[in-house]
């Protein structure tokens, strides 16, 4: 379905997902065995979206025997220009989930969406954010 329901995706993997006024897009806390993720309240919900598509990238690529809890995750991570290998990670999976390459080919190669407003509204990502995706998968 688009637009991918992102917070059922997070729950489903066992994710709380929560809102509140903190500092941050996003700030993901590992406790008693179970992953948080917060959401500020103050964002749009385009860009809740994304922080939590980027946090559940985040929680999937973690490897490590103790997480470091909390993860504050800041708006400049979401940059394109991201220089660090892990926050780049979280970010390609954030779009791959919020812009399935199927369903976006799909949406494109049908004519039904002629413009990047059109299909930034139906994924309900931000144009900058689907310039990217359309990179990822070879449109541009």
Request: glycine share 4%; proline share 6%; hydrophobic share 50%.
């Amino acid at each position: 379905t688009v637009p991918v329901p992102v917070a059922a995706i997070a729950r489903a993997l066992g994710i709380q997902v929560s809102v509140a006024d903190i500092p941050n897009p996003c700030n993901l806390e590992f406790k008693d065995a179970y992953w948080s993720a917060i959401l500020r309240k103050e964002d749009s919900a385009i860009r809740q979206r994304f922080a939590l598509a980027h946090g559940v990238g985040r929680i999937v690529a973690y490897d490590g025997a103790a997480p470091v809890s909390p993860v504050d995750i800041p708006a400049t991570d979401f940059s394109t220009q991201a220089t660090d290998w892990n926050i780049r990670k979280a970010n390609a999976f954030a779009l791959e989930l919020l812009a399935p390459k199927r369903v976006l080919l799909y949406a494109i190669n049908t004519g039904k969406m002629r413009t990047l407003e059109d299909l930034a509204a139906t994924f309900q990502i931000s144009p900058v954010a689907l310039v990217q995706r359309l990179k990822q998968v070879g449109v541009i």
